[in-house]
């Protein structure tokens, strides 16, 4: 039965979250369980896409990405398909009327990291960003809304804004490993990967504007969803208050991380904030 391939392919997407990322994990937990399942297939196949780009340097990195953006189309235009993560996914985009455009500007932003190295504009980046953040925090944002397109309007741009925020904080976190291993550099404000307390500041000061903006469309979610996107807004601008108080040496130098037990008191701090209404 068909339905059983497709509990098994949401059971995948969601082992996929759970094993790559603790942190979105815990915050897809903190959603209505209505939505959760449609938010782990979106992540698995951002996962999947990721990783062909990132992780695969003994393979074939272009013709994975080839072949994978053939079967996404063959899923999307028979509604099915044997890879697992792509069934779900395909299945939460006609579910949520998911725009294509959106799913053509990640496919374009993980393809430019084939081979593109260095951003020096900032179109460029932003550019980059729109495609890798932005448009997947727009397809999260068509599960939270359930069709209201009034409301998915009136949230895109706050929902823009938190996509970019998450993304800076993770480049300016990976700034180590994207330099040394991927040999790529994401910022245009810094040369080379080489980051200064000028240039870190800017940075810094650029994530800032991002959550205070995204913060506003927080407030405005439907209930389903605001509880977990809150609870990551929290973690990730911990890490940034963590990234802001470390030395640009020390950034070029360690990836810098959330301990566990911290992410439990986050957890905590953002369920009291919620109940008590202080979003």
Do not use: W
């Amino acid at each position: 039965m068909k339905q059983i391939f497709d509990k098994l392919s949401y059971q995948c997407s969601h082992k996929v979250t759970s094993l790559y990322s603790t942190s979105f994990s815990l915050a897809v937990k903190m959603l209505s369980p209505k939505i959760q399942k449609d938010i782990y297939a979106i992540y698995g196949f951002v996962r999947f896409a990721d990783e062909i780009v990132d992780t695969f340097h003994e393979y074939d990195k272009e013709l994975l990405l080839d072949e994978f953006e053939e079967d996404l189309a063959k899923a999307l235009d028979r509604r099915l398909s044997m890879n697992p993560i792509l069934n779900s996914f395909q299945e939460v985009v006609h579910k949520n009327n998911i725009d294509a455009d959106l799913i053509d500007h990640f496919m374009k932003s993980m393809r430019a990291d084939l081979n593109k190295q260095e951003y020096k504009s900032v179109e460029e980046y932003e550019e980059y960003i729109y495609g890798s953040a932005d448009v997947v925090g727009l397809m999260c944002l068509k599960v939270f809304v359930q069709g209201d397109q009034k409301r998915y309007d009136e949230l895109k741009e706050p929902a823009m804004k938190l996509g970019s925020a998450f993304q800076k904080v993770n480049f300016l976190r990976d700034l180590k490993d994207d330099t040394e291993n991927l040999h790529r550099s994401y910022f245009p404000h810094i040369k080379g990967g080489i980051i200064d307390s000028e240039s870190k500041a800017l940075i810094i000061e650029e994530i800032n504007k991002d959550f205070e903006e995204a913060y506003v469309g927080i407030q405005k979610l439907p209930i389903e969803a605001k509880f977990g996107v809150y609870t990551a807004f929290i973690y990730y601008r911990k890490l940034l208050r963590k990234l802001t108080v470390t030395k640009a040496s020390e950034i070029r130098e360690k990836r810098i991380r959330i301990s566990n037990p911290m992410k439990m008191v986050l957890l905590t701090k953002s369920f009291v904030n919620y109940k008590l209404n202080l979003l």
